[in-house]
């Protein structure tokens, strides 16, 4: 089924005239049956690799730090990876082959690029690869939404920490109660938007693992400023998120109420500014 899937997305890419190929790849055998395929070279494809010992110099890889079970929003990640690293254009037509896992994932998607398909995941990921990507959606989705609307149609400051939630504990001091403390509540969790917009009147930051779990809200972040550059006008609740980066492995999601920017910070730094009301 694989090898058939394979020849029937390079034979659709010929006929729809795409501008870019992409497939995704487990092992060498992967790349062997896609190199088999009818019009594979007719098209230089792009391959997508969870496993870095896959990347060669031959050909187009594109890496992704971990494997993403969503097909849609790996091809998402993929694209816009692939538009960071400039060998994928702006509106370019694409073909996107999935054939890795179970044969009932087999897929072919046909997709336009476009600026931050994937609301700028790649580049987060690319800071770290012990975070879920759908968690890191997640929040964003939550992040873009409170940015939108706001708590009854006011602007909104709030602060994300996601990652590395035993280390932020121990770097972070707890301001009121915690309502999450002893839940099981995931940031997945069809209920959890109306929670984080209702405890989002709490001073100080959410705290979310790696895996989703909602862990803290209320959270005063330790501060510092060694090593630490923001842009000019961000403040304290700024200065934390970037401080906790970079003394943890953990990223932030800083949602300004004053400008209504959401920024995103790893390893010290602001990696990702954007604009909520242009994103999707």
């Not at 070279?41 to 594109?62: G, R």
């Not at 209320?218 to 000019?232: A, H, M, N, T, V």
């Amino acid at each position: 089924m694989e090898k058939s899937v394979l020849k029937a997305g390079f034979d659709l890419a010929k006929e729809i005239k795409a501008d870019v190929v992409m497939y995704c790849a487990e092992s060498k055998k992967d790349i062997t049956n896609a190199h088999k395929a009818t019009n594979y070279k007719n098209n230089a494809p792009i391959i997508i690799v969870t496993d870095d010992k896959l990347l060669n110099d031959k050909e187009k890889v594109l890496f992704l730090p971990t494997d993403i079970p969503d097909l849609h929003q790996k091809a998402y990640i993929s694209i816009a990876g692939g538009m960071k690293n400039g060998l994928i254009k702006n509106e370019d037509l694409i073909v996107f082959i999935n054939t890795t896992g179970a044969d009932s994932d087999n897929a072919i998607l046909t997709m336009r690029a476009k600026p931050l398909i994937d609301n700028g995941i790649y580049t987060i990921l690319s800071h770290t690869n012990e975070i879920d990507p759908l968690v890191i959606h997640n929040v964003l989705k939550i992040a873009i939404q409170l940015g939108k609307k706001g708590r009854e149609g006011k602007p909104v400051g709030i602060t994300f920490i996601i990652g590395d939630s035993g280390d932020v504990l121990q770097h972070s001091t707890q301001i009121t109660y915690n309502p999450f403390e002893g839940s099981y509540v995931e940031i997945s969790d069809k209920i959890i938007t109306s929670m984080i917009k209702e405890y989002s009147r709490l001073d100080g930051a959410f705290i979310i693992s790696g895996k989703g779990k909602v862990v803290a809200a209320s959270r005063f972040l330790e501060s510092g400023k060694d090593g630490i550059e923001l842009p000019s006008g961000l403040g304290a609740r700024h200065m934390s998120a970037a401080w906790i980066s970079k003394i943890t492995n953990a990223i932030a999601v800083v949602l300004s109420e004053s400008d209504n920017l959401l920024r995103i910070f790893a390893n010290g730094s602001m990696i990702l500014e954007l604009d909520p009301e242009e994103l999707r």
